[in-house]
């Protein structure tokens, strides 16, 4: 009997191992990951990577939850429907994730080949866009259309500090933070490769 059970636990075990490692070469739970590990190092960059994936799984959820309510007449238990939801969440979440990786792997080869000037310029000038949007957009509509644009307002909020915030790491040596920008770029593009291939 204890040989039984002793069996059991390491089946469960390997089971575990097993769906731990298959929910870590997800895409989604790289870009955990990759938040996680630059919490101390690049807290500002790790809250991005952060509000990324929040994103992504809104994303998700938004269409689960529409898929569920599209196919929820057409299964009385809603056993079918939630299935069909769960797995359709699933697949926008690790496409988004997959895509986010992508944008910012682009990202950091633009970075590589243009320089830190241009790459303050771009972020600027996105900055500026977005500003003159928002307040086209509050101009327009009021105060109160602040509640239907959540998401794209903290996406703006981001985007500002996340300029601010490179201004003053690569362009400012008298800045506390500064930061070797080619340095910080070599090692963001190793760091998100090896993350991309689940090291």
Same mark, same amino acid.
């Given at each position: 009997?204890? !040989?039984?059970?002793? @069996? ?5 075990? @390997?089971?575990? !191992?097993?769906?731990? +490692?298959? =929910? ?6 790289? $870009? ?6 630059? /919490? /101390?190092?690049?807290? #500002? $960059?790790?809250?991005?990577? #952060? @509000?990324?994936?929040? &994103? ?12 569920? &309510?599209?196919? %929820?007449?057409? %299964? ?24 986010? =990786? ?10 590589? *080949? ?10 600027? =000038?996105?900055?500026?866009?977005? #500003? @003159?949007?928002?307040? !086209?957009?509050? !101009? ?25 915030? &490179? ?12 930061? +070797?920008?080619?340095? *910080? ?6 760091? $998100? ?7």
């Amino acid at each position: 009997m204890r !040989s039984q059970f002793k @069996a059991m636990a390491r089946r469960i075990k @390997a089971a575990a !191992s097993a769906i731990d +490692d298959a =929910i870590r070469q997800t895409h989604a739970a790289r $870009l955990a990951i990759m938040a996680a590990s630059l /919490r /101390r190092a690049l807290p #500002l $960059l790790a809250m991005l990577l #952060l @509000a990324t994936l929040l &994103f992504c799984l809104f994303l998700a959820w938004s269409s689960a939850r529409s898929v569920f &309510f599209v196919l %929820s007449p057409a %299964s009385p238990t809603g056993i079918m429907a939630g299935i069909a939801a769960v797995v359709a969440g699933l697949a926008v979440l690790e496409l988004c994730a997959a895509f986010a =990786i992508v944008i910012m792997t682009a990202a950091l080869q633009l970075a590589y *080949d243009t320089g830190r000037h241009c790459v303050l310029a771009l972020l600027a =000038i996105a900055s500026a866009l977005g #500003l @003159a949007l928002m307040a !086209s957009h509050l !101009s327009a509509e009021g105060i109160p259309a602040l509640a239907g644009a959540i998401l794209p307002t903290l996406g703006l909020c981001g985007l500002v500090a996340l300029t601010i915030w &490179f201004k003053r790491a690569y362009l400012r040596p008298a800045y506390p933070g500064f930061r +070797d920008f080619w340095v *910080d770029v070599v090692e963001a593009r190793h760091f $998100l490769m090896r993350a991309a291939h689940g090291e």
